[in-house]
Nanobody, 114 residues
Framework: VQLQASGGGSVQAGGSLKLSCGVSRSLSSVDRMWWFRQAPGKEREWVAFLISDGRSAYRNSVKGRFTISRDDAQNTVYLQMNNLKPEDTGVYYC?????????WGQGTLVTVSS
C-alpha cells in the first residue's frame, strides 16, 4: 500500500489548509486512516483518525478546527484544517491500517506563522 500526502504550505494564524492523502488501493480495504504530525524537536503525535465504519476522533487540541474525511471514488483521505495556530506547525503524515499492517505516507510540511 502506498500513500501520497500533499497540500501542506505556509499560512498565517487563523488561516486554513486542506491536506490530502492518496491511497494506492480502495479505501474499503483500509481499516483505519490516520493523520499524525511531528513538530520540530518533538515526538510524532496523532491528530485524527477515521475508521472504515465512518467513526472519527480528534486529539483535543484540534477538535472543532480540523475535520477528517474521505472520498472513496478518489481513494483519498483529507484533513481540513481551519483556524490554524502556530502550534499546528509540523510535518503531517497519513497512515493506513490494513489487516494489522501500518503504511505511512512521506509527510507534508505545514507552517503557521503568528
Amino acid at each position: 500500500v502506498q500513500l501520497q500526502a500533499s497540500g501542506g504550505g505556509s499560512v498565517q494564524a487563523g488561516g486554513s489548509l486542506k491536506l490530502s492523502c492518496g491511497v494506492s488501493r480502495s479505501l474499503s480495504s483500509v481499516d483505519r486512516m490516520w493523520w499524525f504530525r511531528q513538530a520540530p524537536g518533538k515526538e510524532r503525535e496523532w491528530v485524527a483518525f477515521l475508521i472504515s465504519d465512518g467513526r472519527s476522533a480528534y486529539r483535543n487540541s484540534v477538535k472543532g478546527r480540523f475535520t477528517i474525511s474521505r472520498d472513496d471514488a478518489q481513494n483519498t483521505v483529507y484533513l481540513q484544517m481551519n483556524n490554524l495556530k502556530p502550534e499546528d506547525t509540523g510535518v503531517y503524515y497519513c497512515r493506513a491500517e490494513v489487516a494489522h499492517f501500518d503504511y505511512w505516507g512521506q509527510g507534508t510540511l505545514v507552517t503557521v506563522s503568528s
